[in-house]
């Protein structure tokens, strides 16, 4: 078997987010816009996100601790709103609220 057919889905997401910014900013705004109300969504693509850059480098970008980011980005992690923005900030991105759509 070849090596890249034994990636997985989120090996190949990191992957392609590789040294793109744009690309990353897009990958989590999409996301966040897909899976209001899902948050753990949102925190895979963050994960996504420093793993493509690094966790040291976001960590640093972000000027948050590197054992904090980690905590944070982990699969029960839970990101205070100051390191939820600190981290959109380092891609280009805002936080805004809108009205919830009526049915």
Do not use: C
């Amino acid at each position: 078997m070849n090596e890249k057919a034994s990636r997985s889905y989120d090996e190949w997401v990191v992957e392609s987010l590789k040294g793109d910014d744009k690309a990353q900013a897009e990958y989590v705004q999409t996301t966040i816009e897909d899976n209001q109300g899902f948050s753990k969504a949102i925190l895979v693509a963050l994960r996504h996100v420093a793993e493509a850059r690094g966790f040291k480098n976001f960590a640093e970008e972000t000027n948050l601790n590197r054992e904090t980011l980690y905590k944070t980005l982990s699969e029960d992690g839970n990101p205070t709103l100051e390191s939820l923005t600190k981290m959109l900030d380092v891609l280009g991105l805002d936080i805004s609220v809108k009205p919830k759509k009526v049915s």
